[in-house]
């Protein structure tokens, strides 16, 4: 009866930890029509203290954009693609400037018209992926991985592959349409 008991116990806390420790949410603006949007460029690449896991993160976003359809441009993109990235508790502040020329992010200094600044909150090891329409320069799709990103890189990158995978794996796409026209 304990051995029962014992395992029963296992099995749950199993289950819970691996229930933390890939927590993906996603959203996205259902009324846009995601068939318009065929090229994307980096906007904000994510900042970690291992550059070789920022392009790993570069990298299986990339992966994932085009296996919906999706061109990687350097410039005059559909979509733009931010991403953020923190192993403990942190704030930060993403502020978007309307009217700089080209995408109208803060770079080289100067002010360039209204801004818009959002505070976020990052859990430990998240990952956070952010989709901007060019033209309108909001939002389109957002999604976030808890426990991704751990200070043990061993664990980094196949962690990381499976949980953008997961991320992108409802990824609003219109491949079929595309490949009809």
Partial sequence: MRT??????????LGTTAALADD??????????????HTFMWIKQPKTDNPIMSQRIVDDVNAQLEAKGLRLVDSNADLGIAAN????????????????????????GGYWGPATTIVETYEVGTLLVDVFDSQMKQ??????????????????????????????????SHNEERESN
């Fill in 4 to 13: 029962l008991a014992a395992a029963a116990v296992c099995l749950l806390l």
């Fill in 24 to 37: 993906i949410q996603t959203d996205y603006n259902h009324s846009m029509d995601f068939s318009k949007y």
């Fill in 85 to 108: 990235t923190a192993t403990r508790e942190q704030h930060t502040l993403q502020t978007f400037y309307d009217g700089f020329p080209g995408w109208g992010w803060y770079r080289w």
């Fill in 139 to 172: 939002v389109v799709w957002w999604g976030s991985a808890t426990d991704v990103v751990s200070d043990k890189p061993e664990k980094n990158a196949k962690r990381l592959e499976e949980s953008v995978a997961k991320m992108f794996k409802h990824f609003p």
